[in-house]
């Protein structure tokens, strides 16, 4: 997966107003905040940071989200998205993956409590003149409250488990009520980002939601029950000066997330869903599935199977099994 051309070109003209020393640091520090998962100081605190976060982290974040949309496309085909509502926006990250993924996307809604942000959000969709559906960006604190107006899709992409715990509860309430189909939460796919999601899944299914993705079933989460934490990657590539700002040399980077989609109707079941990377071996590979019954369990698809075994060579991970 790659950024659209015109983003990119939008990132490349606002690091070009960071000294490169700065921009360089400034990429280092954000690094070392997000590795440490310390959000009682916030990560972004001048122009530099916010230029290194679009070089640096936009792109993963895309990535991430736009795989997460993709499966509202895969689990519910023929369903028209014309309206986005992104709480906890940023640069408007989500708005660009949506509307990659969704030709059906007439306006959207981005609140975010940053008025720098909002500003950048702007700049960007401005830069690429027509190429996003009508945006309006709104001020507000979801740490405060916010109101909104009901849409086909809401998302909380890299913002719930930054709130704290009452905020993010009623935060979700108040989406879940906004969502006039699917609602996306979106976290690092690590063991906290993914205790924030099966929060919010819990917190969902009381209030009626049905699953959509990724789990294919309401179960209680057999990954949790095993002391594992269920999580996704996303290949991206990289341009030059990401690789530079990173220090990698390597032309892709991989995201990890975590995520639940909830849906407004009854999803249907179609499959398992693939939860580790497949292991493709001489005549056999080994899938880790998450079942619809709610279970773990691991399969082997042998050669003498030709039909699932020409799937399973194809099979990446967080794909569905049939």
């Given amino acids: 997966m790659r950024l659209p051309p015109e983003l990119l070109d ?27 998962a310390d ?17 640096v982290r936009l792109p993963a974040t895309y990535a991430a989200t736009r795989r997460v949309f993709s499966e ?34 007439q306006r959207a809604t981005l609140i975010e409590a940053d008025e720098h942000w909002l500003h950048m959000g702007k700049s960007l969709a401005e830069f690429t003149g027509a190429s996003l559906p009508q945006a309006q960006w709104l001020r507000q604190d979801l740490r405060s409250g916010f109101s909104c107006e009901r849409h086909d899709l809401v998302v909380i992409s890299y913002t719930l488990g ?28 690590t063991r906290r980002g993914f ?10 299914l009381e209030h009626g939601a049905a699953i959509l993705a990724p789990c294919p079933h309401v ?35 991989d995201e990890k997330f975590s995520y639940v989609i909830a849906a407004k109707e009854p999803a249907v079941v179609n499959g398992a869903r693939i ?9 056999h590979v080994q899938l880790a599935l998450c079942t619809p019954e709610g279970r773990l369990e691991n399969r082997t698809v042998t050669r003498s199977n030709k039909s699932a ?10 794909d569905l099994w049939p």
């Fill in 219 to 253: 179960e209680a989460c057999p990954m949790a029950a095993a002391g594992d934490w269920c999580h996704f990657s996303q290949r991206i590539e990289r341009t030059s000066q990401h690789r530079q700002l990173k220090g990698g040399a390597l032309g892709y980077e």
């Fill in 162 to 189: 930054e709130l704290p715990r009452s905020s993010a509860e009623e935060t979700l309430r108040k989406a879940w009520k906004c969502a006039g189909r699917f609602l996306a939460v979106i976290e690092p796919g």
């Fill in 195 to 204: 205790a924030t999601v099966l929060s919010a899944r819990s917190l969902l």
């Fill in 309 to 318: 075994y020409k799937l399973a060579r194809k099979a990446e991970w967080g």
């Fill in 39 to 55: 959000f009682s100081t916030p990560a972004i605190a001048s122009s530099a940071h916010r230029a290194a976060y679009l070089a």
């Fill in 275 to 283: 939860v580790r990377h497949p292991g493709k071996h001489s005549g």
């Fill in 10 to 36: 939008a990132i490349q003209q606002e690091t070009e107003k960071i000294d490169r020393r700065r921009l360089l640091h400034a990429a280092t520090e954000l690094t070392e905040h997000y590795q440490a």
């Fill in 72 to 105: 509202i496309n895969l689990r519910s085909p023929g369903s028209e998205i014309t309206s986005l509502l992104d709480l906890g926006s940023g640069p408007g990250t989500a708005l660009w993956a949506a509307a990659e993924e969704f030709s059906s996307l």
